[in-house]
């Protein structure tokens, strides 16, 4: 394996710079011991990419040495791989790169049959010994170091609802002369005059998903099990329940967690909500608009600033319970919104969702209990740990080290210039006038839009180097060549029908 041989624990500490420092050999040996006594027999190292999706490798557990041979360990050396096949990552002439494993992620993978232990690894530079730039948990990481320095706080909590939908069936495809998809759901309101042999009924209506029991809910079986292997793997949920659209939308709630951490969580929890639905025949897509005419997925995401065990964002004489300092908050959230949406809601696909109607928060407001409004604050209890605010705009196909991590230094930003947001809207924007309505304003309407919005403003993701510019350019690259000029110069099924005859 790469990297200086180690002759003695305490130089792991002081001397290896591949390490810099962060070495938890305590929850090493636990790892170690957790393989000896639960029979692992594979090793699944687990990494990030840029957009979002976990890659990995597997090794046999015998390759994970005795931390008594610590001078040929995985937990120091690390294990090489080739960066310039990751999206986002290196060109060819540079592709070596190195995994390090985070022993303290490590649970036995609650999906696989051969017992298997997976661990989340932070990505380093074989060269220059140091952590990578584009490794998305590495700035992760670096916004909540960059947190604690400012002074202003020491914790910030993440709590994303991620909305998905579950399927039984999809197809598509896209060629030079044609371009499709099919997707198919048991419950699905298209589906109530279908021969099933029999039928049985009990489709959802359009926009009609919300907590209906079974036999509507045909999911409830299956989200069960879904949330009894999350818990099996460490996540702490808190609620599951069928969503507002049609044909499979579901919902299923993680008690809120700290911003590396509640990453970290949510790339496991979708890897097993895949992997179960795989297990069912089914099929589930946290794609945020796979459907036309009814709800699409969003990611609200609920967020808090903590000192010393206090609630920074709870004030018991402010607007629905809020601080000025999270009145601040806000203000930069909706300040640098355009730009967020980049990073936030990252694919073409997600402003099919953010669109007026179909409860989509595109107004750049904030409002408490008001579903219409970017930033909501939930009322539903007067209790100062619970004061929170929720950014609604996000969606599920981000990636949530990036996503967490650019709300945090947006809304930082506003603290530190007292940016104020104005005052609430407490009104349903949803039913105002197009004069009222051109008065206020609103996230980017495409990708695009909000691609050259991040463009022009990013001075307040660099603060502290928690993103960096070679971070900033690779993403602003990539969204334009490989999203959005493909999508742009593809003909939609639906101009044929449109303009055909033309």
Not at 35 to 42: E, F, L, T
Request: hydrophobic share 35%; proline share 7%.
């Amino acid at each position: 394996m790469p990297g200086k041989k180690i002759r003695d624990v305490s130089e792991v500490k002081t001397k290896n710079p591949l390490i810099n420092g962060t070495f938890d050999e305590k929850a090493a040996r636990e790892v170690m011991k957790m393989v000896k006594d639960k029979g692992i027999k594979i090793i699944d190292l687990k990494f990030n990419d840029l957009p979002g999706m976990w890659q990995h490798f597997s090794i046999p557990a015998s390759e994970l040495r005795e931390m008594d041979d610590i001078t040929r360990s995985i937990w120091v050396d690390g294990i090489g791989f080739d960066g310039s096949s990751i999206r986002g990552f290196q060109k060819i002439q540079e592709s070596d790169m190195i995994l390090i494993p985070d022993p303290q992620t490590a649970i036995i993978d609650p999906v696989c049959e051969v017992p298997t232990l997976s661990i989340i690894c932070d990505i380093f530079d074989p060269l220059t010994r140091k952590p990578y730039t584009r490794d998305p948990r590495y700035i992760a990481k670096k916004a909540e170091k960059y947190l604690k320095n400012t002074g202003i706080a020491d914790s910030v909590y993440f709590g994303p609802e991620a909305e998905f939908f579950i399927f039984n069936d999809v197809r598509f495809d896209q060629t030079e002369n044609s371009g499709y998809y099919f997707i198919d759901s048991q419950e699905a309101d298209w589906n109530t005059g279908r021969i099933e042999n029999p039928n049985l009924g009990y489709k959802i209506r359009f926009k009609e998903g919300y907590f209906p029991v079974p036999p509507h809910d045909s999911l409830q079986d299956l989200r069960s099990k879904i949330i009894l292997k999350m818990i099996e793997a460490g996540i702490n949920v808190e609620v599951h329940h069928h969503e507002v659209a049609t044909a499979g939308q579901c919902e299923i709630d993680m008690k809120f967690d700290k911003l590396t951490k509640m990453a970290d969580s949510l790339i496991l929890y979708k890897y097993i909500i895949k992997n179960m639905a795989r297990k069912n025949n089914m099929v589930a897509t946290f794609m945020p608009k796979p459907l036309f005419a009814d709800n699409g997925s969003g990611m609200h995401c609920h967020q808090s600033l903590w000192k010393n065990g206090v609630n920074l964002f709870y004030d018991k004489k402010g607007y629905a319970l809020i601080s000025q300092t999270a009145k601040y908050y806000i203000g930069g959230l909706l300040k640098h919104a355009n730009s967020l949406m980049a990073l936030c809601a990252p694919t073409t696909n997600s402003y099919k969702r953010l669109v007026p109607g179909y409860e989509a928060p595109v107004n750049l407001v904030y409002s408490a209990r008001n579903r219409s409004a970017a930033v909501r604050i939930p009322v539903y209890t007067d209790n100062p740990k619970s004061k929170r605010i929720e950014f609604r705009p996000p969606d599920p196909a981000c990636n949530p080290y990036l996503a967490f991590s650019a709300m945090l230094m947006a809304g930082l930003d506003g603290i530190q210039n007292k940016i104020d947001p104005g005052e609430p809207l407490d009104v349903d924007l949803f039913e105002l006038s197009e004069e009222e309505l051109s008065k206020i304003a609103t996230v980017p309407s495409s990708l695009r839009r909000a691609i050259d919005a991040l463009e022009a403003d990013y001075d307040y993701l660099l603060k502290g180097g928690v993103f960096t510019k070679d971070v900033i350019d690779i993403w602003l690259e990539y969204k334009r060549k490989r999203e959005i000029d493909p999508v742009r110069m593809r003909p939609h099924p639906y101009e044929f029908y449109l303009y055909f005859d033309i």
